[in-house]
C-alpha cells in the first residue's frame, strides 16, 4: 500500500505540527506491505525521514510561501496525487494545506480550532478550507473540543475521529531533586523559584497580559519571590505582550524567552514550580500533558481542550478574573497537599498519552479511508 503524506504546512520541521509530523513517523510500523511517499519543499527532504527504509520523499517545486502552498493545494494537489497513486494521501498541515477535490481517499489531520484559523475571515479561504474538510474522506481531530468546531461548521461529524497527540516519555518525565538556584539552559540562566507558560505571543486568546496582571497581584499579596518565565516565540501579540511586562511593577520577575527549543522544555518544566496555562482556545494542550510528565503540578483556564486533556488533575481558573487567577497562582504554589495530589495524578494520567498509540490510531483512520 502506498500512503502520500503532505508535508506542506509542518513548519519544516520547526513548528507543533512539525513536531506533531516527526513523531509519527518515527513511531509508523516498519511493514514491508506499507510504502510512505512524503511530499512537500525541497528544503524539506531530509527534515522528516532520512533514505531508509519504507519512506521517500518527492519535491514540489513551488515558492517557499504559505500563500504559494495554499494556492497550490487549491489548483494542482489533485492531479498531483493521482498521478503519484497513492492509496490514500495523509495532509498532515491541516485543510489550510489540504486538495479540495479528491479521486482516491483523502484524510485531513487537524490540530487547530478551525473557526479561529486567520484564513477564515477572508469569504474565498474559508471556502477553500471547509471544501478541504467538506469532501475529502476522513478528518483526524486532536480533540473533541476541534471535532465540535467543526461539526458547527457544517462538516459531518460521522467522517471526524478524534485521536490525542502523544508526548515524548523519553524527554519529558520527572528530574529527582534539583540542585541551585540558577537552571542553566543555554544561552539562559533562569533563578528558581519560577511559573512556566510556554506559549507563543500570538494572539489574546492565549491570554498573556491577563497571567501577566494576576501575577503582578500575586506578587503583591504573597510577597514571594517567584518569577513568571513566558517561553514563546515573537508573533503578532508580542508589543502587547512586552508592554505589559514593562508597565507590571514586578516587571524585572517576568522573563520573556523568546523562541525556546522543545528539546530543552524537559529542563525547563522540570525547574519550574508550576505549569500555568491561561490560554482559553487550546486545541490541543501538550504543554500541560508535558509539564505534568515532568512531574510539576498545573493550573490551567477550564476552556477549550483543557479540561479534556488535563483531567481532574490540574487546577482550574478564570483568567480573565484577576482575582481568582491570582488566588490559584498562590495556592499551587503554597498548598503542599494540592501539589502532591496533581503531581501524583498527572504523572498517572499522562502516561495513556504516547507517540506509539497516536501513530497506531493514525494508521488505523488511514487504513479505514481505503475501505469506505
Wanted: aromatic residues 10%; contains cysteine.
Amino acid at each position: 500500500m502506498k500512503i502520500g503524506i503532505d508535508t506542506f504546512g509542518c513548519g519544516h520541521g520547526q513548528s507543533g505540527v512539525g513536531l506533531y509530523l516527526m513523531s509519527l513517523i518515527a513511531n509508523f510500523p516498519k511493514d514491508e506491505q506499507l510504502h510512505f511517499h512524503l511530499f512537500g519543499s525541497k528544503i524539506d527532504k531530509y527534515t522528516f525521514i532520512s533514505n531508509s527504509g519504507n519512506f521517500s520523499y518527492s519535491t514540489v517545486s513551488i515558492p517557499d510561501s504559505s500563500v504559494a502552498e495554499f494556492l497550490w493545494h487549491s489548483s494542482r494537489c489533485g492531479s498531483f496525487v493521482a498521478k503519484q497513486g497513492y492509496d490514500v494521501t495523509f495532509y498532515a498541515g491541516g485543510p489550510r494545506f489540504a486538495a479540495t477535490s479528491y479521486k482516491s481517499p483523502g484524510v485531513i489531520v487537524v490540530n487547530d480550532v478551525v473557526s479561529e484559523l486567520p484564513e477564515m475571515k477572508s469569504p474565498l479561504s474559508s471556502l477553500q478550507i471547509k471544501a478541504a474538510l467538506n469532501k475529502c474522506t476522513s478528518i483526524i481531530a486532536a480533540s473533541q473540543f476541534i471535532k465540535k468546531d467543526m461539526v458547527a461548521l457544517g462538516v459531518a461529524a460521522d467522517k471526524i475521529h478524534v485521536v490525542h497527540n502523544g508526548i515524548d516519555h523519553s524527554l519529558f518525565y520527572p528530574r529527582g531533586e534539583l540542585e541551585g538556584d540558577i537552571v542553566d539552559i543555554k544561552p539562559f540562566a533562569i533563578k528558581r523559584p519560577y511559573l512556566i507558560y510556554a506559549s507563543r505571543l500570538q494572539n489574546q486568546l492565549k491570554k498573556h497580559i491577563e497571567l501577566i496582571r494576576a501575577f503582578s497581584l500575586f506578587k503583591e499579596k504573597t510577597g514571594l519571590p517567584h518569577r513568571l518565565v513566558l517561553a514563546g516565540s515573537a508573533d503578532t501579540y508580542s508589543q502587547q505582550v512586552h508592554q505589559a511586562t514593562a508597565e507590571s511593577p514586578y516587571a524585572s520577575d517576568i522573563f520573556l524567552t523568546g523562541y525556546f527549543p522543545h528539546e530543552n522544555l524537559p529542563q525547563l518544566y522540570s525547574n519550574a514550580d508550576a505549569c500555568i496555562v491561561p490560554s482559553v482556545n487550546e486545541g490541543v494542550g501538550l504543554p500541560v500533558l508535558e509539564a505534568m510528565a515532568c512531574g510539576i503540578p498545573v493550573a490551567c483556564a477550564k476552556e477549550g481542550a483543557l479540561p479534556e486533556i488535563a483531567g481532574v488533575h490540574a487546577l482550574y481558573f478564570d483568567p480573565d478574573n484577576g482575582e481568582e487567577a491570582a488566588g490559584a497562582l498562590e495556592q499551587i504554589v503554597s498548598d503542599q497537599s494540592l501539589r502532591a495530589k496533581l503531581v501524583e495524578g498527572g504523572l498517572d494520567w499522562t502516561r495513556r498519552f504516547s507517540w506509539e498509540r497516536t501513530a497506531t490510531r493514525t494508521l488505523e483512520v488511514l487504513l479505514s479511508a481505503t475501505k469506505g
